[in-house]
Structures are given as C-alpha cells and as structure tokens.
C-alpha cells in the first residue's frame, strides 16, 4: 500500500527556511511525478513545485528562486527546501504522488492519486 508522510514543518520567522521530507512507502519504482502542494487558510490547494523521473522541475512562480524540490531515490524521500519564507508560504503542505512518469504542466490534482496528510507551515512577520 502507498503511503506517503510528510515531515519538517514548523514555525519560522519571516526570511528563515525550512526543509520539508516526504517519506514513500509500498512502492519502489521512482518512475513517478512527484510535488509539494499548499493550502492556506481559506484558499484551495495549490501547487508548489514538481519533479519527473527524469529530475526535471517546475516551480511556481510564487517560489522561484526561494524554494527548490529534490528527492533521494535510494532512500525513497522527496523533499523541498523553502528559503526567504514569507508569511504567505503559511499553510498546509502535502505531498503528492502522480499517475504517471511526467508531470502535469499546471499542477493539476487529479493527476495525482497519492497524498499524504500534510504538514504545517507557520511563517510570521
């Protein structure tokens, strides 16, 4: 069974960083899209980064040059390290799990069938 837990949230003042993990489990071919979706109080989820089986990215443009996603595929874990954190990055962040090998170009969601429960992320001013 798939299951996928996300860790390293917390909360940071603005311009601090953190690094967020996300552990998968019951599968392991990495032959899978991965991303970092949010959702802040009020707001739908949204997609933050994403990263193929090739190891090709994509962020959103809220995060480019401030967040970078990443995974070890020897120890099964995705990752993504937020930079110069502003309170809008506030929110929960959940991993994800695609259909397929790449990644949808618009963070769709229902190209993802897999999702942990998230982890929070206070940033403060």
């Known amino acids: 069974q798939v299951q996928l837990v996300e860790s390293g949230g917390g909360s940071v003042q603005s311009g601090g960083s953190l690094t967020l993990s996300c552990a998968a489990s019951?599968?392991?071919?990495?032959?899978?899209?991965m991303a970092w979706f949010r959702q802040a109080p009020g707001r739908e989820r949204e997609g933050v980064a994403s990263?193929?089986?090739?190891?090709?990215?994509m962020l959103d443009d809220s995060v480019k040059g401030r967040f970078t996603i990443f995974q070890d595929n020897a120890k099964n874990t995705l990752y993504l390290q937020m930079n110069t954190l502003k309170p809008e990055d506030t929110g929960i962040y959940y991993c994800?799990?695609?259909?397929?090998?790449?990644?949808?170009?618009?963070?769709?969601?229902?190209?993802?069938?897999?999702w942990g429960q998230g982890t929070q992320v206070t940033i403060s001013s």
């Open positions: 990263i193929d089986r090739t190891g090709r990215t």
């Open positions: 994800a799990r695609g259909a397929w090998p790449s990644c949808s170009g618009d963070f769709n969601s229902r190209s993802y069938n897999y």
């Open positions: 019951g599968y392991t071919d990495n032959s899978y899209c």
